[in-house]
């Protein structure tokens, strides 16, 4: 069980640490980019149930939306009411049926591709977080989490369009267990991570391989700098899924950087650069 021991090194973590922290840099970023409060869409889905905990122990100026579409299962809709109801949020949320925005784009766009279309649902809930925090003067809270954005396991400029990424320095099983620390019900700290772009779709399913596996790959590549092969070896898996694991961080680099600037001067506004301290 050497995939075991190794997450096992990666829960044993602080959270109470991690979470005041995390609490603590919310509400800070909120002040110093001179907003009133964060907006976040809550699927009801760990990673969104754990950063909607923590935005509300930062601020009390935050508001909530649920965007359902026909592939969002009831269930999910259950939990992120009962995150409502733990963090007493009645009056600071609001459901909105993605459905018909879908059908406008769908006239435009003729297609069945359950890939294109899931990604247009994940970018009409970022239009709709985005107008409603040019509304309230609020920011949009992001919810990924490390192990998606380093897979690149997100929809680019949709649920990757965000201001601020509380917990995207915790691996997805980590955020299970901070889920737990912060107390919320175990069916949705343990519930299969899902898109639910498409009905029936799973993170594992899609990705082919267990987040069990994902995350002891990713913690022993990113944080240990291992080699593929020794990986393979010391997980006791087949060296092609540490393959398959190590390209995708490679061919996603695009969704985590500005895009590229092609340099034509010395002061190419790329992503290094920064408005001049001696203008300050
Ligand atoms: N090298 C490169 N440099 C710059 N841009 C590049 C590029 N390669 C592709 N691109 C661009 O990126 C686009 C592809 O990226 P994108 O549109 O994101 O599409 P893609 O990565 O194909 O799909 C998104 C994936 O994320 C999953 N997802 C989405 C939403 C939420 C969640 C979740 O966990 O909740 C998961 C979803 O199930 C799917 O597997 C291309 O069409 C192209 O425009
Ligand atoms: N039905 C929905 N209503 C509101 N926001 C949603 C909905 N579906 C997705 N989102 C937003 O998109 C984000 C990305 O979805 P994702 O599935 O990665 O997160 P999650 O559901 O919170 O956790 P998990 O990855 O474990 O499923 C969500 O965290 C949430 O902010
Ligand atoms: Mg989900």
Known sequence: MRVQSVLQELKDVNYSVISEYIIRRISEYITESGKNGGIIGLSGGIDSSVTTVLLSKATQNYFILLMPSSSTPQKDMEDAKKIINMIGAN???????????????????????????????????????????????????????????????FTKYGDGGVDILPIGDLYKTQVRELGRYLGLPEDIVTKPSSPALWEGQTAEGELGVSYDIIDAVLYLRVEKMMDIESIAKELQIDTEIVHKIDRMIKTSQHKRLPPEIFRLSGRAINSDWRYPREWI
């Open 91 to 153: 009056n600071k949320y609001k459901i909105i049926n993605i459905d018909p925005i879908l059908e406008s784009f769908k006239n435009e766009i003729k297609t069945n591709d359950k890939l294109v279309l899931g990604n247009i649902k994940a970018r009409i809930r970022m239009i709709l977080l985005y107008a409603y925090a040019q509304i309230m003067n609020y920011l949009v809270i992001g919810t990924g989490d490390k192990s998606e954005l380093l897979l690149g396991y």
